[in-house]
C-alpha cells in the first residue's frame, strides 16, 4: 500500500509541475513579446537620436552662416557710412562745363515735366531726377537773361553746376548701395 501512495503523491506531483509548467511558459512568451517591443522602441529611439543630431548639425551650421552675414551686414553699412561722408564732403561747386552733359543725360533719360498724380508712381531716385531737370532748366532758363543784364550772371551756372553734380553723385550713391546690397545678398 505504501507503493500506491507514493505513485499517488508522485502522480500529483507530476500534475503540479505540469501546471507549473504551463504557466511558467505563458509567462515566457509574454516576456518575449516584451522583449521585442523594448526592442523596437530602442531601435526608433535611436532614430530619433540619428535625427536629432543631423537638425543639430544644420543648426549649427545655419547659426555660422547668420553670423557671417551678420558681419558683413555690419561692414556693409561701415562702408555706407563711409560713402556717405566721401559724398558729404564733395566739393559742392563744380564747373557749369562739367555739369553740361549730366544735365543733357537727364533730360534725355527723362521729359523735363514733373510727372502728374495719374502716371504710375516712380522710385526715389527717379523723382528726385525729375525735379532736378525740371529745376535745372528753369534756372537755365533764367540764366540767359542774367548773364545778359549783370556780369554776376555765372553765380545761377554755378549753383546750376553745383546742384546737378550733387543729384549725380546721389544717383552714383544709390546704384552703389543697391549693387552692395544685391551683392551682399547674393551670396
Known amino acids: 500500500m505504501t507503493g500506491m501512495i507514493l505513485d499517488g503523491v508522485l502522480m500529483l506531483l507530476l500534475v ?17 513579446e516584451g522583449q521585442q517591443a523594448f526592442a523596437s522602441a530602442v531601435t526608433e529611439l535611436n532614430t530619433a537620436a540619428g535625427r536629432a543630431e543631423t537638425a543639430l548639425a544644420s543648426l549649427r551650421a545655419s547659426g555660422q552662416e547668420t553670423d557671417l552675414l551678420h558681419d558683413r551686414i555690419v561692414k556693409a553699412r561701415e562702408v555706407k557710412a563711409q560713402l556717405e561722408a566721401l559724398i ?12 553740361e552733359p549730366v544735365l543733357r543725360e537727364i533730360a534725355a533719360a527723362r521729359p523735363a515735366a514733373p510727372p502728374t498724380a495719374a502716371a504710375a508712381p516712380a522710385p ?5 531726377a525729375v525735379r532736378m531737370a525740371a529745376l535745372a532748366e528753369r534756372i537755365q532758363g533764367l540764366a540767359a537773361p542774367a548773364r545778359a543784364r549783370a556780369p554776376g550772371g555765372s553765380n545761377v551756372a554755378a549753383i546750376l553746376g553745383a546742384m546737378t553734380a550733387n543729384q549725380s553723385a ?16 547674393a551670396a
Open 16 to 32: 503540479a509541475a505540469l501546471g507549473y509548467g504551463v504557466r511558467l511558459e505563458r509567462k515566457l512568451t509574454a516576456l518575449r
Open 124 to 128: 526715389e531716385d527717379d523723382e528726385r
Open 88 to 99: 558729404a564732403r564733395a566739393p559742392v561747386s563744380a564747373p557749369a562745363a562739367a555739369a
Open 170 to 185: 546721389k544717383q552714383s550713391l544709390n546704384r552703389a548701395r543697391r549693387s552692395l546690397d544685391e551683392d551682399l545678398f
